[in-house]
């Protein structure tokens, strides 16, 4: 990742299924890989196109509380919502992912 990056690679082009590097990366929960996209200027708020997530919310949907909170320093707004209007902490609390919850609430997140 670090190679391509450095010789130009795209860090927010999408695979023909719609993820973005950066969504993959917060997948597999690679956050060295997650940190060196968001060097490079990868879209955190990007709506993926076939699900309307950002990668904030699949950070939250896979229960990372270490990727969350990677996001979250990265200046990842804690309140940003997917297409269906739904926060990441609306998500992490309808999964019943307490701690991803306890991280975005400590990163600031509204409680509506």
């Known amino acids: 990742t670090k190679l391509l990056l450095r010789h130009g690679a795209n860090p927010n082009v999408l695979t023909g299924a719609g993820q973005s590097p950066l969504s993959l990366a917060v997948k597999l929960q690679n956050a060295e890989v997650v940190t060196e996209l968001l060097r490079h200027s990868a879209n955190a708020v990007l709506q993926l196109p076939l699900d309307g997530q950002t990668v904030l919310h699949q950070a939250v949907c896979a229960n990372s509380e270490g990727i969350v909170r990677l996001l979250l320093r990265r200046g990842v707004n804690a309140d940003v919502r997917n297409r269906q209007g739904r926060t990441p902490l ?4 309808l999964l019943g992912h307490e701690g991803a919850a ?3 609430l400590e990163g600031g997140a509204k409680v509506d």
């Open 102 to 104: 306890e991280v975005l």
């Open 90 to 93: 609306d998500v992490a609390v």
